[in-house]
């Protein structure tokens, strides 16, 4: 096969969607194949099989990124009818799989986001709670029980407006990755090491924040030191959530229209 033949075949298989080891072994394996070298190494972002050995006279070092992506190959025996233009045409390659990769994480994070409210949207969420294993773990479920009634008395944009002014007060305490909105008006926070003190700071705080707002904000909130389950760790916490929710709305009947709707009033809790 002769170095055009290469180039032309292996430019047609380095786009993928999933820059993972299997994937990048086999792919720069090719390479040094067809170079006779000893042995190819790389770094690609977070994945790298670089050794500690020194550049010798035939090894060769292709850069597309001094940080971020580079190949080593080791002793090479073949002998190029273009040297200049086979790296400069790898290293072309290696240039557009960064920007590959960085288009498709680009787009996965969008997809994750709500783009009204700034936090993470139920996708992230679900492929959060996949991650079972935790420690040091603090959850909130928090729903928004005025909005109904928003949306119904005041119209979608008003309701939106409600959202908004909840999201900026849990913003105020906690970081923007640790904020899902898993629903119409539920959001739910998970801070991963996080010293139970510290946590507990925040939801008080949190607490006290609420008298911002013109409805009833209820949440359940729950602290493990280690976990296996962090969906059934989210459920304690919703079901924490509705008992609270229930026992102020029997304690405060006057603040309700009926058992769905709340009076428009300031008021927390």
């Known amino acids: 096969m002769s ?8 430019n047609s298989e380095y786009i993928t ?8 072994d ?9 170079c006779d070298a000893d042995s190819v190494e790389y770094r690609f972002k977070d ?3 670089i050794n500690a050995e020194g550049i010798f006279e035939k090894d060769k070092i292709v850069y597309a990124n001094r940080n971020d992506c ?5 002793n090479i025996k073949h002998c190029f009818e273009d040297e200049e233009f086979f790296w400069s045409m790898i290293k072309g390659c290696l240039i557009n799989m960064m920007n590959v990769y960085n288009l498709y994480t680009f787009l996965k994070e969008e997809s994750k986001i709500d783009k009204m409210l700034n936090v993470y949207n139920r996708t992230a969420y679900e492929d959060k709670i996949k991650e079972n294993s935790k420690r040091n773990l603090g959850v909130i479920f928090i729903d928004v029980n005025g909005l109904g009634v928003v949306n119904n008395s005041l119209g979608y944009t008003q309701g939106d407006e409600l959202l908004k002014k909840v999201a900026r007060i849990i913003k105020e305490e906690f970081r923007m990755n640790d904020i899902y909105r898993i629903g119409g008006d539920e959001f739910v926070v998970i801070c991963e090491n996080i010293p139970r003190q510290n946590f507990k700071n925040k939801v008080e705080r949190l607490r006290f924040n609420e008298d911002k707002l ?10 493990l030191e280690k976990t296996e389950d962090l969906a059934g760790v989210v459920k304690i916490a919703s079901d924490l959530m509705k008992n609270k929710k229930e026992i102020y709305r029997q304690m405060h009947p006057e603040k309700y229209k009926n058992k769905y709707e709340v009076v428009r009033e300031r008021h927390s809790r």
Do not use: Q
């Not at 969607?17 to 990048?24: C, E, G, M």
């Not at 086999?26 to 067809?34: A, N, P, Q, R």
């Open 47 to 49: 994945i790298s099989n």
């Open 17 to 24: 969607n999933d820059y993972n080891k299997v994937f990048l």
């Open 214 to 223: 013109e409805y009833l904000v209820s949440y359940g909130d729950l602290y």
């Open 26 to 34: 086999d792919l720069f394996k090719k390479i040094e194949v067809f």
């Open 70 to 74: 580079y190949l080593i190959l080791r």
């Open 3 to 10: 170095e055009k033949e290469f180039l032309i075949k292996f």
